[in-house]
């Protein structure tokens, strides 16, 4: 059975969300927007899974041709990612160092990714654009200090990322990766949010990245060195988390930087990022106009 699909769409200029099915997109903002003015309100009020309950007969107000995908949670409050969380990309450094004890933490502005099927944008001040699939997950619930043993249950949501990142950039300076990650439109965020419901659905999931139907990324979430209980119990010691928060928790290896020599995203280029019980983010790549 398939899960839930909630996108965020821009249509006729007017922003919405709505459940997208085989048919076409119900447009759940023009009939609960009163209640609930975006995703992150649903959210808050721990609503996804009611909300996909009642809304599945429903016919399709118009089909998926006529929107454009936005990135599933308007405005988040925090967008965190984790940097180095599987085994071969920690051995990618070739600095003879184990594995940290703790993840290595970014943050990344809202404006810096875009949504599915737009190009994601190469700037002028460097060709060294370059790719990397992510699972995503939505707070539902907020917290701080919260128990590795409760930290599944602050998950509303399921999306994924292509983290994207100029290289050169994220060596500018030596402490800090913040320039080369918040480039606009670098990174894309979608397709979709799935609803989290039980943690089968982020045990073992198989994570692939494509560029150009090469597959150049491919690991599972059994072996990421900081779990999803982990990243939730660590980034909520120092930050109270809130619904809407998006955690981007990790690559595998294989990123073009990691060929010899490096192989950057040029316009042309599609990249998609695969995961199980998600399904697929695609972009194109385009040069800043």
């Known amino acids: 059975m398939s899960r839930p699909k909630f996108v965020n769409f821009t249509r006729n200029s007017s922003q919405g ?50 929107i454009r995908f936005e990135i599933p949670i308007p405005s988040p409050e925090k967008i965190v990612c984790v940097g ?89 300076a030596k402490f800090n990766v913040t320039q080369g990650k918040n480039f606009d439109r670098t990174g894309s965020i979608g397709p979709w949010l799935v609803p989290f419901t039980d943690e089968s659905q982020l045990a073992d999931i198989k994570l692939k990245t494509r560029v150009n139907g090469e597959v150049r990324q491919s690991d599972r979430t059994s072996r990421m060195i900081f779990p999803f209980r982990k990243i939730i119990n660590y980034i909520s010691t120092f930050t109270t988390l809130v619904p809407g928060d998006v955690i981007v928790t990790g690559t ?14 040029k316009p042309g280029d599609v990249v998609e990022v695969e995961a199980d019980g998600i399904g697929i983010l695609r972009n194109t790549i385009a040069d800043e106009m």
């Open 252 to 265: 595998p290896t294989g990123a073009g930087a990691r060929f010899d020599p490096p192989i950057w995203l």
């Open 17 to 66: 969300y709505g459940l997208l099915t085989e048919e076409g997109i119900v447009n759940l903002s023009a009939r609960h927007g009163a209640r609930w003015p975006t995703l992150r309100e649903v959210i808050e009020d721990g609503a996804l899974s009611t909300l996909a309950a009642e809304s599945a007969s429903l016919p399709p107000d118009f089909p998926v041709e006529d």
């Open 84 to 172: 180095v969380n599987f085994p071969d990309r920690n051995e990618e450094y070739k600095d003879g160092q184990a594995a940290p004890a703790n993840p290595s933490l970014f943050i990344r502005f809202p404006r810096s990714f875009t949504g599915h099927d737009e190009p994601l944008i190469r700037p002028p001040e460097s060709p060294q654009l370059d790719y990397e699939g992510e699972i995503v997950i939505v707070i539902g619930k907020g917290g701080r200090r919260i128990p590795e043993s409760e930290a599944l249950n602050h998950i509303a949501a399921l999306s994924l990322s292509n983290e994207g990142t100029i290289r050169d950039w994220v060596r500018h």
